[in-house]
Every structure is written in structure tokens, then in C-alpha cells.
């Protein structure tokens, strides 16, 4: 039923489960299809004992002293296939001796510590029996005669501290004993709260599957959502990628085309700035010529007058009429030629509006995403189409499975388990009571003996004084050795029954955690299982058999439960892929290359794109043989270069005015300083004006000189770039509407591959995550027989084996100290031989 569930699981999921597809590149853009819905498990498949643990760790370093060899998996292999015992002579074998010696080897430890422990069981009992039986013949100490001693004191005091001692460590192992006794107990009854757990947990896994089920098909939606999308906004994102690519080359056409119409408007504006400039300058420089020349007039006048003959004056007069040369214009511009039949041709250039043909090439290039939505409406309604009906085929596939009643089924055999768990629980409980009553006995047979030995102790050493002699002695003293006494018969008739439990705990207990617990924990056990041929001798791999009837399928235990540990889904887990072909019943491939298909019949026409008409491209030869090419732009540059006079009429004016200074007070002075104010009005008023003329000259000058350089060839350029990129769209269209349909289909079809991975992730990673199932094993093996109880019952008999172990001490030191303590009948107070018994 469970493998049946685990088939269902993969219904869902797409193709690229049992086949990969090919992954197209580029990759389309990233889907978010979430996470699949999953409930946290509450089982912690992890024990710590607490403080007991110390005990528990002592008695793995004790198992490691007693079996140091590691884990036997070729021993185990060898005698799991040679199926010993089947038919008579089989252990006479040579090849079974020799797998015998390796057993015994392995287990020499146990062994050897096991035949003392029957040593002691069967030595013990009759060493009691004969020690009794001669202590009855006044032998061995049971003459109630005492010899002293000088040294009595110290051999009382000896024998008391070493009985103390050894009665001291009895105690720790009995109550090592009781406190793995009582956690056993304690695990057992907190038990049933781990078991509800894990059955909690499988029905979160069996009720949230079909959730996880439900999402990935609804996840579908997402990948065919997404598809629409791009199939609804085909011009956005086909249109605009077939734009994109033609652009490379178009735009930068209509952009050189649109930059010349500039040139023109631009070129127009500078002509018209050289006439307008070199009118004004040709006015400006006759009028400030015959300014000039009235200034030099009357300058000289002024300087002619009978003042600038006296002897202060002459020098300076005669520096100043020597510099009235300067007073001239230096530049020429009337004889520049003109600019008026260039205009004329640009102006009937700019008759036709060279930028708006421009922007209509650009229009109708940018139209091309309704260009590509209009001839694809055909075939993205089919696209659609089969998009829907993707979706149908998965949800009627989805009703069409039985996969409820087989949930329904499987909760129901897991409901029927659960009772039976706690049905039987109770009865667990009751003979884990009756267990833990059977040990709390053992350790009162021990406890016994320790009240015995205590109590002796205690009323020999308050009651017993050095003064007295043996037969004096008082009555609390003697009932000490009585006690001693008692302690030692009664270590006689228990030791025996406490070793019997020891030797067979410490056997059974000793092999299970060398041989299940500690090769379960580093998977050497799942080793030995997965052996091939090893449970079953026709089969390769068992557990692949039983799943899936094909042994030769490489499903390991050691695998599964691997992969289920670390939280992976039961598909991964239990290679169910060798069982169900998903493809059979839902080929997402096949509908993708139908996708594919209609989308490489999509057909384009982009001939109604018209970037720029022939009066366009006329327009633009129009101006190349606009003669401003022709223009003598050096006669311009040579007198723009020249300044508008021969000398700074500011620094004259300031030098005039100074010099004017060094006269005599009078009216040449005042008529010089005149005279200099008229110069800087003139500079003022006439000068400037004329150097502003002559830098807007200069700027469209040198313009003109740019534009008209190479100036057919800059137009035949723009021409060649607007035609070849009309030839690109006229005829090479097709290739890059080829490529870029493809990968538009690339892109559509990538959803559906990103949807399919996902798919495969999560069945692989999370739909029907299999924790559970690993935290039932280590539950029932981990920590119900490991920790719970064979970590327990090893720490009993190691508690119980150390206490009875010196037993034989204490009884020896009891017997002793007695003699010290019990009341003679008679003494002998000069005998100093040693004491025999």
C-alpha cells in the first residue's frame, strides 16, 4: 500500500522525471513557484539521558576493553550465507571451523569474562558449602578461641578500613544498578509519548501529501500564467526584441539623417549671421574711418596752436602729433565676397522639411510591435489553445487517480496500528514492572548484605574496647561479629543468583551494542543488510526486490534510509522511478514541441517600413551642392583676425590724457583731454559694436567651414546608412525575425522547463519528505533498544557484576575482622604465632 502511494506521488509532476530535458539557452527568466506547502514534524529522534549518561559512557569504555575489535561484517556475511546447521556435518566443514575461530576470536572477550563469571558462579556456592561445613568442625576460624596478638590492633584496624572499602564500592554498583533500573522504568513509561509522536508525524505525512500533490499541479498555472503573458504582450516582447536588433542599425540612419537636417537649419542660421555680419561691419568700419579722420583733424589743430611751441610743451606735442598715424582702421571687409547665393539654395533646401520625413521613418519603425501583434493573432489563439489544454489533460488526469482512497487506506492501516500500540502498551508497562520489581530484588539481595556488613562495622567499632579481653568482650562488640557473620552467609547464598543475571545480561547486552548498536549508528549494519545476495540468495539487492520484483535495481537500505534522514522525498528515497514511467501518462515534451512548432511559423512582414522617402534623400543632395563648400573662408579668417583699428583706442585715449597732464595748466590741456573723451566715445559707441559683428562673423564662419568640410561625402553617408538599413528591413528582416522568434519560443518553452525542474526538485526534495519514516527506525532501534534499554541493562549488570565482584573481598575481611569483634570462649594472651584458618 505504502509503495503504491509512492507511486501516485510522481502523477503529477510533469516530464524530466524519468528523462531529462534539454535545458535551453539562454535561460528565460526566473519563475517563483514558492515552496511547497509542508508541516513541521514534532518527533526529535534524539536521546540524551542526562546525567546518567556519565554511567553510560564508563560501561561503552568497558565494552570497548573487553571487545576492542571492530565491527565483524565480512564474519557476519560469511555465516549469514553459509546458513550453518542445515543438514549434518555442516560444522565439520573446514571452511565453518575456520568462520568458528574467527567467531570465538571476535568473541573472546565476551567469552573469557563470561567463563569467570560461571567460575565464580559454580566455585562460590561450594566454596560457601565447604567453608560452613569446616567452620562446623571449629576449623576455618570457628574455634571461639582468639591467640593475641601484638599487632591485633592494627590487623582490626586493617581489616576494618578494607572491609569499609570494598562495602563502600559494593554500594556504588548497587546503586549504579538501581539508577539504570529505575531510567529504564522511566523511558518505558515516557515512551508512549514518543510513540504517539511518531504516529503524529506519519499521519501529517499521509495527510499532507495531497496538499503537496494539489500545489504542484497547481503550480502549473504559474509557468502557463507566466507564457500568456509574454503571448498577450508578443509586440512588447517579440516586437521590441526585433526592434532592438534592427535598431543596431537603424537607428543610427535616421539619427545621422536627422543630425544633417540639423546641419541644414543650422547652416541657413550662419549664412545669414555672415551677411548680416559683414553688412554691419563694412557700415560700422566707413563710419568710424571718418570719425577717426575728423579726431586726427582737430588733433591736429589743437596741436598746432602757439602754446605747444613753448619749451615745457614742444617735447609732448611733438610725441603726440607723431602718433595720430595710429588713429586708422586696420580691418578691410569690404572686400569680402557675399553669401546671398548659398542662402538662396539652403533656403530652398529648407522648403521641405527634411526632420518631419525623418520622424516618420521613425514612426513607422516603432510601430513594429503592432506590426508584430497584428500578424500574429492566428497563431498565438492556437498557442493558447494548446496552453489550455495542457492544463485540462493534468486535471482530468489528476481526478482520474485513485489516490485518496489509497491515503484513506493507509490512514486507516496506520489508525489500526496506533490502537494496537496502545492496547499493548499497557501490558508493556505491567511487564516492565514485574522487570524492574525482579531487579529492585536483586539489588536488595545486595543491599542485604550491606546492612549486615554496616551494621557490624558500626556496633564492632562503637562497642569494642581495647581493655577488655576476648572473652570479656561486651555485648554490642559480639553482635557486630555476629553481623560480619550474617553479611557473609548471606553474600554465600546470593552471589551465586546475582552472577547467573549478570552473565546473562552482560552476554546478551554486551553483543547487542557491539553488534546492533554501534554498527546501527555508523551504518556498518546497512552494510551487512545490503550485501548482495545475503537474505535472499537470488537476489542482488533484497530491499529492490521486494519493492520493485527487479533485484538488479541498486536500492539500498543504507540509501533509503540516508535520504530519508536528511528529509528527502520517498521518490528519491525509494528510486520509484524504476517502477512508474511518468511519461506514459504526461508528456509536457510533446506539448512544448507543439508550442515550439506554431511559434516557428510565425511570419513577419515589415516592407510597409519606409525610413526616409527619395525627397528626403534628394533634399539631402540638395544641400550637399548648396556651394557652401565654395565659400573663401580664409579672406574671412585673415580679417576677423585683424583687430577694428590699428591701435587700442582706450589705451590711446588713457595715454593722450596723461601725457595732456604733463602740460602746463591752460586750454591745450583741456582741448587734449578733449579730445581724448572723443576717442573712448568713438571706442565705445562704435568700436565694441563692430567687435561684437566680428565675433558672431568669426563663430558662424568657422561653422560654415565645419559643415561644408567633406560635405557630399558626410550626405552620401547618411544616404548609404538610411538605404542600407531600408535593405536590412526590405530583405534581411527575416533572419532576425528568425532569431528572435527563436528565442521567443526559448523563452515560452523555458516556463515549462523551469516548471518541469522545479517539479523534479521537489519530488526529489520535498513532496512526501520521508523524515518520518528514518525517525521510526531510529526511534525503535536508536533509542528504544540502544538508549533506552541496552544502554540500561548494561549499566545494570556492570553496577550489580562490580558489587558482587567484591563481594569475595568483603567476605574475606568480614571473617576476619569478627574474630576482633565476636565474644571467645576461650583465650590465650601469650601467643604471638600467626593465626590460621
Known amino acids: 500500500m505504502a509503495v503504491e502511494l509512492c507511486l501516485l506521488l510522481l502523477l503529477f509532476c510533469g ?18 513557484f514558492g515552496f511547497v506547502p509542508s508541516k513541521t514534524y514534532d518527533t526529535g529522534a534524539y536521546h540524551e539521558p542526562g546525567s546518567i549518561g556519565i554511567l553510560f559512557k564508563i560501561v561503552h569504555a568497558f565494552l570497548y576493553l573487553v571487545q576492542p575489535n571492530s565491527f565483524p561484517q565480512d564474519l557476519i556475511r560469511k555465516v549469514a550465507q553459509q546458513q550453518l546447521g542445515k543438514t549434518q556435518g555442516d560444522y565439520q566443514k573446514p571452511e565453518n571451523v575456520v568462520l568458528t575461530l574467527q567467531a570465538i576470536y571476535y568473541e573472546i572477550g565476551f567469552i573469557v569474562s563470561a567463563a569467570l563469571g560461571l567460575l565464580f558462579i559454580l566455585l562460590l556456592p561450594l566454596v560457601g558449602l565447604c567453608f560452613c561445613m569446616c567452620r562446623c568442625c571449629d576449623n576455618c576460624g570457628g574455634e571461639m578461641h582468639q591467640r593475641q596478638k601484638k599487632n591485633a590492633d592494627c590487623q582490626r584496624s586493617c581489616f576494618a578500613t578494607f572491609l569499609f572499602v570494598a562495602s563502600l564500592i559494593i554500594s556504588v554498583g548497587v546503586l549504579c544498578a538501581y539508577a539504570a533500573n529505575q531510567h529504564l522504568t522511566n523511558q518505558v513509561r515516557g515512551a508512549k509519548k514518543l510513540v504517539n509522536s511518531n504516529f503524529k508525524d506519519l499521519k501529517i505525512f499521509l495527510n499532507d501529501t495531497p496538499a503537496q500533490i494539489d500545489y504542484l499541479v497547481s503550480q502549473y498555472n504559474t509557468a502557463k500564467d507566466k507564457a500568456l503573458s509574454d503571448l498577450n504582450n508578443v509586440g512588447p516582447v517579440l516586437g521590441t526584441r526585433v526592434q532592438e536588433q534592427l535598431g543596431k542599425e537603424v537607428r543610427p540612419a535616421l539619427d545621422a ?44 589743430n589743437t596741436l598746432n596752436d602757439s602754446a605747444c611751441n613753448a619749451a615745457q610743451a614742444a617735447s609732448t606735442c611733438n610725441i603726440i602729433r607723431n602718433s595720430l598715424s595710429q588713429l586708422n582702421v586696420n580691418a578691410n571687409f569690404s572686400g569680402l565676397p557675399g553669401v546671398s547665393s548659398q542662402l538662396a539654395k539652403v533656403n530652398d533646401v529648407l522648403k521641405i522639411d527634411l526632420s518631419s520625413l525623418v520622424q516618420k521613418g521613425y514612426a513607422a519603425f516603432n510601430d513594429t510591435p503592432d506590426l508584430v501583434v497584428n500578424q500574429t493573432r492566428n497563431i498565438l489563439s492556437d498557442i493558447k489553445s494548446v496552453l489550455e489544454s495542457i492544463g485540462s489533460n493534468i486535471t482530468t488526469f489528476t481526478k482520474a487517480l485513485p489516490v485518496q482512497k489509497i491515503l484513506d487506506d493507509l490512514m ?9 500500540v496502545q492496547d499493548y502498551f499497557p501490558l508493556v508497562e505491567q511487564y516492565d514492572f514485574y522487570r524492574w520489581l525482579g531487579c529492585l530484588i536483586l539489588c536488595c539481595m545486595v543491599v542485604l548484605i550491606l546492612v549486615f556488613y554496616y551494621l557490624g562495622l558500626l556496633c564492632g567499632t562503637c562497642g569494642y574496647d581495647k581493655h577488655a579481653s576476648p572473652t570479656t568482650r561486651g555485648c554490642i562488640s559480639n553482635t557486630g561479629g555476629n553481623f560480619l557473620m550474617a553479611g557473609v552467609g548471606f553474600s554465600f547464598l546470593f ?6 543475571v549478570v552473565v546473562l545480561t552482560f552476554v546478551t547486552g554486551g553483543n547487542v551494542e557491539k553488534l546492533v548498536c554501534e554498527p546501527f549508528e555508523d551504518k556498518n549494519l546497512f552494510k551487512v543488510l545490503d550485501t548482495p545476495y545475503l537474505l535472499n540468495q537470488q537476489w542482488k539487492n533484497y530491499l529492490a526486490g521486494i519493492l520493485f520484483k527487479n533485484p538488479n535495481v541498486n536500492l539500498t537500505f543504507e540509501k533509503v534510509y540516508s535520504d530519508c534522514k536528511e528529509n528527502k522525498g520517498i521518490y528519491t528515497s525509494l528510486h520509484l522511478e524504476y517502477l512508474f514511467n511518468i511519461n506514459e501518462f504526461l508528456n509536457i515534451s510533446m506539448y512544448t514541441e507543439d508550442v515550439a512548432l506554431k511559434i516557428e511559423h510565425i511570419q513577419i512582414n515589415l516592407s510597409k517600413i ?77 568700436v565694441v559694436p563692430l567687435e561684437q ?5 568669426n563663430q558662424s564662419v568657422r561653422l560654415l567651414k565645419k559643415t561644408s568640410s567633406e560635405l557630399m561625402v558626410k550626405v552620401k553617408n547618411v544616404i548609404s546608412a538610411v538605404n542600407a538599413a531600408q535593405f536590412l528591413i526590405n530583405n534581411n528582416a527575416s533572419q532576425v ?65 562490580g558489587s558482587s565482584m567484591f563481594l569475595i ?18 583465650e590465650d594472651v601469650y601467643d604471638d604465632s600467626v593465626e590460621q584458618w
Open 693 to 697: 559683428a566680428m565675433s558672431t562673423l
Open 257 to 300: 539623417a536627422l543630425t544633417m537636417a540639423g546641419a541644414i537649419r543650422e547652416t541657413k542660421e550662419a549664412l545669414e549671421n555672415v551677411s548680416v555680419s559683414v553688412e554691419v561691419l563694412q557700415e560700422g568700419t566707413e563710419r568710424l574711418r571718418a570719425n577717426l579722420t575728423d579726431v586726427k583733424t582737430h588733433l591736429s
Open 610 to 686: 519606409i525610413l526616409l522617402d527619395e525627397i528626403g534623400k534628394e533634399n539631402l543632395l540638395n544641400f550637399s551642392s548648396s556651394g557652401i563648400d565654395g565659400i573663401d573662408f580664409s579672406a574671412y579668417l585673415t580679417e576677423i583676425n585683424k583687430s577694428v583699428t590699428k591701435v587700442d583706442l582706450l589705451s590711446f585715449a588713457n595715454d593722450l590724457e596723461a601725457r595732456a597732464d604733463q602740460l602746463p595748466k591752460g586750454a591745450l590741456e583741456n582741448a587734449l583731454k578733449g579730445h581724448a573723451n572723443s576717442i573712448r566715445m568713438i571706442h565705445n559707441q562704435q
Open 412 to 420: 486507516v492501516y496506520l489508525t489500526q496500528s496506533e490502537a494496537y
Open 15 to 32: 516530464s524530466t522525471i524519468s528523462e531529462v530535458q534539454p535545458i535551453y539557452k539562454p535561460p528565460p527568466g526566473t519563475l517563483d
Open 737 to 801: 525575425i528568425v532569431q528572435e522568434t527563436k528565442k521567443y519560443m526559448d523563452t515560452i518553452v523555458g516556463y515549462f522547463e523551469q516548471y518541469t525542474e522545479w517539479v523534479k526538485e521537489s519530488i526529489a526534495m520535498e513532496v512526501a519528505a520521508c523524515k518520518p519514516i528514518a525517525n521510526v527506525i531510529d526511534t525503535a532501534v536508536d533509542i528504544f533498544l540502544c538508549s533506552y534499554i541496552t544502554d540500561s541493562v548494561n549499566t545494570f549488570w556492570f553496577g550489580l557484576g
Open 809 to 826: 573481598p568483603a567476605i574475606i575481611f568480614a571473617v576476619k575482622l569478627s574474630k576482633y569483634y565476636r565474644r571467645m570462649d576461650t
Open 495 to 500: 552471589s551465586w543468583v546475582l552472577m547467573t
